[in-house]
């Protein structure tokens, strides 16, 4: 592609039997990027599978949730004066030659942050009744909150420029951050775009939503973007973390 | 001074929670910090278990008509304020560990990195 240093950012969270088909395939449409699988504290050999494959690997000594995994890769990003950051799953749904489509539309400009969307266009994807609903709901109130038309609040594959990188390494929430996000992209003024992509189903371990825990997810995702609506832009300027 | 015996019985708890507030303060099991609402909470219900003539006055303004009943609402209101209180400090804790154990995670691979090329599994589970 051109020449902006990029760094592709893989949580990743007892994912031992999908972690290396993933960062192989990163590795194979993104020969120049560096790769980071964040381990977030997985019990399982995450790490060595990810370190096999080529990937440079953090292991956080305990589960701290998906969001802070993906912001220590923002933080490295930021440390390591990166142009571009790409967030991919660790679980093999997105599908890594889908990352030019991110780029593109990146590089292109106008936007600071790419979104890529399962929901934009038939690409294939089946969701199950009740999760499309749920999803469809809280891209409808995201969407008003953040006065800008969202089809999926709940992607994390996304691509970040450099005025990204510094709000994501010092703003991201922690739980359940893809709503989120979006809502504190556009009150900081960031410029949010979705292009459509397609997912895969997972290649190994397990997911994480059970009936429960899905409506646990709405109701905290709803209260927190809600009270996020409610505050003010966070100041990008009072954390910065050194090393 | 105690014309009632729950009056009496608010009054020993009281005393005993604020006895065992300070002795865990000198011990060094409780922070100062920490046990400083405790030892408010403890002190206004035991002055107010005292003062029996000035709570039979507060009571019946507060639409309570049994005024010992106002200690326990005293105690619980206290409570609350204490709940609320650590639920801030966990939170507060919880943002300082998750930036405490990012920087171990970046911090760990660089180590790993300058002393024996990125292996590091060694201590994972």
Redesign the interface.
Known sequence: MIDAKTLVIIPAYNEQASIARVVNRVNECLPAADVVVINDGSNDSTSLAAYEAGAKVISLPYNLGIGAAVQTGFMLAQAGNYDIAVQVDGDGQHDPSEIEVLLSKLIAGESDVVVGSRYLADRGYVTPLPRLLGTRILAAYVSMLAGQKFSDTTSGFRASNKRAIGVCAENYPADYPEPESLLTFRKIGLRVSEVPVHMNKRYGGKSSITPFWSAYYMIKVVLAVTILALRRAPQTEDTTYVY | MFTDRLTLLVFVAALGLLLLVLEMVRRRALAEKYSLLWLIMSVVILLLAIARPALDRIAPILGIYYAPSALFVAGFVGLLVILLYFSAVITQLTREA??A??????????VDELENG????SD??
């Open positions: 998750r930036i154990a990012q920087q171990i995670g970046i911090l760990r691979e660089r990125g292996q590091h599994f994972d589970k």
